[in-house]
């Protein structure tokens, strides 16, 4: 059996946790996501209709990305209905949350995984509400991307009021 750790990104507005799969004996890994729809109110607000809200489109999006990135690191990828993360969501807010079953894994997976997921999730939210925002290109900490999630959400909203 392949040792795996787990790989946690969370702040207030997103999360990402990959985390070895108990069940197996193969390095498969559980990849958690969300997106805390509250919080990322005030820059998805007035962009959408109801059944098509940038956060949640955006972290729907971001699970293709998985499994393509599993495709191309030579493992498979599959969602997980019903998968409750314990501890996940952090807040009780309104979250959209995703699970993933990601098959027999390579060791560098998660890192790949980190910093593709959020920094697309990010990009995918701005492009479906256009903002345009300046958005960082590398991965920033989690709790320096949600200090600049905060500001943009700042900016926003006092753009409506």
């Known amino acids: 059996m392949k040792k795996q750790l787990s790989h ?3 702040n207030n507005f997103l999360y ?3 985390k070895p799969d108990e ?3 193969t390095g498969d890994l559980i990849c958690c996501s969300g997106v805390n729809v509250d919080r ?3 820059i998805t607000k007035g962009r959408h209709n109801p059944m098509s809200n940038p956060a949640i489109r955006g972290l729907q999006l971001i699970q293709y990305d998985i499994m393509a990135l599993a495709l191309e690191n030579g493992t498979s990828a599959k969602p997980l209905r019903g998968y409750k993360g314990k501890g996940l969501p952090p807040t ?3 979250w959209s949350t ?3 079953l990601i098959k027999n894994a390579p060791e560098s997976f998660p890192d790949k995984l980190l910093n593709h997921c959020v920094l697309e ?3 995918k939210i701005d492009l479906a509400s256009t903002r345009g925002a300046s958005l960082p290109d590398k991965l920033l900490k989690p709790d320096e991307l949600q200090v600049f999630i905060e500001s943009l959400c700042d900016e926003y909203a ?3 009021a």
């Open 8 to 10: 946690e990104y969370i």
């Open 158 to 160: 006092a753009q409506v």
């Open 16 to 18: 990402f946790v990959i």
């Open 98 to 100: 995703e699970c993933i």
């Open 121 to 123: 999730l990010i990009k």
């Open 92 to 94: 009780d807010e309104l």
């Open 23 to 25: 069940d197996s004996e």
């Open 40 to 42: 990322f109110t005030p």
